[in-house]
């Protein structure tokens, strides 16, 4: 494995790439990426990065949105196979359908979409700024596509606004359930629970905070409790160990993205060898999906 992770190293020199990686991949990709983070700190990174190519370990569409903001770079994902089951709940006709049944509503598609579904969209917004981006609408209807869960826990701060939901969730957020968390709080009452918006409405109700990725490892750090419950992707744990080696994490059992572990270490060593596989889009799409996402960023993060 060290001589895996040498060569990475080595190639990620030589070729002149850097190595993005969302928090849920595995521990050792963390380690040797440049910059860790989540979906919203990725897509500002890719904007930030001086090297030619770069090589995203994380689903399709966070590798997709590197290239939207990036269209002059190299774009490299290890392994096309690792998609986001989320983002597939949605393709563009479904969406040029729903947009014509209610014409008077904007469109704010979660950042987990195709670049195709982005082309209908008016704004992109990530867990760490959905309530930011939709209070900054005029408009007083959402069509909110494709995480209901993300939707409904957003409609909470902004009741003035009427949402149409679009019926998508995660499998992976989905499944972590109230017993799950009130059985971890049984064992650890003094832990903390922080959950993903993108849990169900109950889980969130027995939340004591709800948090992007990036958002819980900013709170971990500066929170006076030192033992916390992790309600998301297990793959944050590693990062918040790491970075807080006083703090006691009790991850949700089974809570494991299989599409997000599909970029092994030997895909990312073979991406950076040969540079492929390369995200493609079209200059039509990528011209219009840009701007969405160019209003996801301009708006920043809330938590
Ligand atoms: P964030 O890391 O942006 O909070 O999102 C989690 C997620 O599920 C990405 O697929
Ligand atoms: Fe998609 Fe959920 Fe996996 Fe994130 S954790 S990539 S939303 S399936």
């Known amino acids: 494995m060290t001589e895996i992770i040498d060569e ?5 020199h030589e070729k002149n790439a850097v190595v993005l990686a969302h928090n849920y991949q595995v521990p050792q990709i963390q380690d040797l990426a440049d910059f860790v983070g989540d979906s ?3 897509a500002v990174q890719a904007t ?4 030619d190519t770069i090589i995203f370990c994380g689903v399709d569409f966070m590798a997709e949105s590197a290239l939207i903001l990036n269209p002059q770079k190299t774009v490299v994902h290890p392994n096309p196979k690792a998609k986001c089951p989320m983002a597939a709940m949605v393709d563009v006709e479904g969406l040029r359908l729903a947009k014509k049944e209610t014409p008077k509503a904007v469109v704010v598609s979660y950042v987990n979409t195709t670049a195709d579904v982005k082309t209908e969209t008016d704004i992109c917004c990530t867990s760490a700024n959905a309530v930011k981006v939709i209070k900054s609408l005029e408009e007083d209807t959402v ?3 494709p995480d209901s869960n993300l939707g409904l826990y957003a409609q909470r701060y902004v009741p003035e606004k009427k949402f149409i939901f679009w019926p998508g969730y995660c499998h992976v957020h989905q499944d972590i359930s109230v017993e799950q968390i009130r059985e971890l709080k049984r064992e650890f009452p003094d832990a903390e629970v922080l959950v993903h918006p993108e849990c169900s409405p109950d889980v969130i109700d027995i939340a004591d905070f ?3 990725t990036e958002g819980m490892v900013r709170h971990c750090s500066s929170s006076a409790s030192k033992e916390f419950i992790i ?13 807080n080696p006083g703090s ?7 809570a494991v993205c299989p599409n997000m572990k599909k970029i092994t270490l030997e895909d990312t060593l073979n991406a950076l060898r040969n540079l492929e596989p390369r995200v493609v889009l079209s200059k039509e ?3 219009k999906a840009r701007a969405p996402l160019d209003k996801m960023v301009a708006i920043g993060r809330q938590d």
């Open 8 to 12: 990475i190293l080595r190639l990620k």
């Open 40 to 42: 919203l700190a990725l």
């Open 48 to 51: 930030k990065v001086e090297t």
């Open 143 to 145: 069509l909110f596509v």
């Open 210 to 212: 709800v948090f992007s």
């Open 231 to 243: 309600g998301t992707e297990e793959g944050l744990v590693h990062r918040l160990k790491k970075e």
């Open 248 to 254: 006691i994490f009790h991850a949700i059992p089974d």
């Open 285 to 287: 799409v990528i011209e």
